[in-house]
């Protein structure tokens, strides 16, 4: 398979444990982003990398929200201190044009429950 | 700012009619809009988008979307519905660095 692959696929965790998420982009693909959906609504962007540079940041939606794409390929999305209100879909895309032309291809997302 | 929005939360239609899932526009410039569908559990899977060129954009799955500039509307319509392609349908818009996306419109389709 040759798609973005994100793990784990679901991760339950107690209030004020640290998380990680891992994602994959598709092969090449130097753009990856990170969203969050929560039920019922439509993904929500958090942060965006081109290469292993971190472009925006800035709707990360707490400091307690940091990403990485050490090498320019895989990128991680850490909560600290998680709270009941991270409770949702993190999802990972990526793309391999900037612009207009750009279409976004997007994993199975990590579905997160902090108890 | 870009947005869209997606005027109904729910769609139902009986297979083998024709269906369309709406949706809205707000943008300064030209408007790169996309369809995702999401089915339980999953990501998002693309459908189709609109750059420039015919208003009507052919995507997968005989899906295809009309782009109307005089409405700001880009609906999504597929001619006969299968009971398979009851989902979570989203339309997005291109912003600066993002997609920005409807609240979603879910689709059932009846047998």
């Known amino acids: 398979d040759t798609g973005v692959s994100q793990n784990p696929r679901h991760k339950i965790t107690k209030r004020g444990q640290n998380v990680t998420f891992r994602c994959d982009p598709i092969?090449?693909?130097?753009?990856l982003y990170w969203y969050r959906q929560t039920l019922g609504q439509g993904p929500e962007f958090l942060t965006y990398?081109?290469?292993?540079?971190?472009?925006?940041k800035s709707r990360l939606l707490s400091d307690r929200f940091s990403a990485e794409r050490p090498k320019g390929s895989f990128s991680t999305l850490e909560i600290q201190r998680t709270e009941q209100g991270d409770s949702a879909m993190y999802l990972c895309?990526?793309?391999?044009?900037?612009?207009?032309?750009?279409?976004?291809?997007f994993g199975p997302g990590t579905r997160l429950l902090v108890l | 700012a870009q947005s869209v929005a997606q005027p109904e939360d729910q769609v139902n239609v009986a297979e083998g009619n024709p269906l369309t899932v709406k949706c809205t526009y707000s943008?300064?410039?030209?408007?790169?809009l996309f369809w995702y569908v999401q089915y339980p559990n999953r990501g998002l899977q693309f459908l189709l988008k609109?750059?420039?060129?015919?208003?009507l954009v052919k995507g997968s799955y005989g899906f295809e979307a009309e782009f109307n500039k005089s409405q700001t509307s880009f609906h999504l319509k597929k001619p006969s519905a299968l009971v398979s392609d009851s989902a979570l349908y989203f339309c997005?818009?291109?912003?600066?660095?993002?997609?920005?996306f409807g609240a979603g419109t879910r689709l059932t389709v009846k047998p």
């Open positions: 895309a990526s793309s391999s044009r900037a612009g207009g032309q750009e279409t976004q291809y």
């Open positions: 092969s090449e693909h130097n753009r």
């Open positions: 990398f081109q290469n292993e540079a971190q472009l925006e």
């Open positions: 943008v300064s410039g030209n408007p790169y």
């Open positions: 609109y750059i420039t060129g015919d208003n």
């Open positions: 997005a818009v291109r912003g600066h660095n993002d997609m920005r």
